[in-house]
């Protein structure tokens, strides 16, 4: 499964505890970070992560488009809820687009534990038939515009 990890700068010494703790599940899976909570997380925890810009810088909007490729299985986004960010209005779009395309997202620890335990136990499963059905969808989709391209050649 792919998961998306985030943290806002008061929040990414949880992030940090909570990657430590859950190291043996995260690592069975693909992680993906905005910038520096990413390199924040891998300074301490041994985790192979890919990551994005940081997020003020599209970081957000870079995992976003993932979410809108149905490329994402999870985002764990530890927000500063008393804090204002200067980049607010990309940070609403990747929670609205994880409601769009129906990605689990926890945005504090407790919440962030359950679904962590519950895809270990497998509980997240459906994520893989929505991923093969975005497949199948975008074979019918490319089939279909190799079948127009010929036919445009043939005339
Ligand atoms: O601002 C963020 C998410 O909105 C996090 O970005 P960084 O991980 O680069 O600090």
């Known amino acids: 499964m792919n998961i998306a990890l985030i943290a806002h700068d008061n929040s990414k010494e949880k992030m940090i505890q909570f ?3 859950y190291q043996r599940y995260l690592e069975k899976h693909n992680l993906y970070a905005t910038g520096t909570t990413g390199a924040r997380i891998q300074q ?5 992560i890919h ?5 003020p810088l599209g970081g957000d909007q870079e995992i976003g488009a993932m979410a809108a490729n149905n490329e994402l299985d999870m985002v764990i986004f530890f927000r ?11 940070i609403s ?14 945005t504090n620890m407790g919440s962030a534990e359950i679904l962590i335990r519950s895809l270990d136990r497998g509980d997240l499963e459906w994520r893989n038939v929505i991923r093969e059905d975005k ?14 391209k010929s036919n445009i050649f043939h005339y």
């Open 19 to 21: 990657t430590r703790a």
């Open 44 to 48: 301490k925890v041994k985790l192979d």
């Open 51 to 55: 990551l994005f810009r940081s997020g």
């Open 80 to 90: 500063d809820p008393l804090t204002p960010q200067p980049h607010d209005p990309g």
């Open 93 to 106: 779009a990747l929670m609205r687009l994880c409601d769009v395309y129906d990605i689990p997202l926890a």
């Open 135 to 148: 497949e199948k969808e975008l074979l019918k989709k490319s089939l279909f515009f190799e079948s127009v």
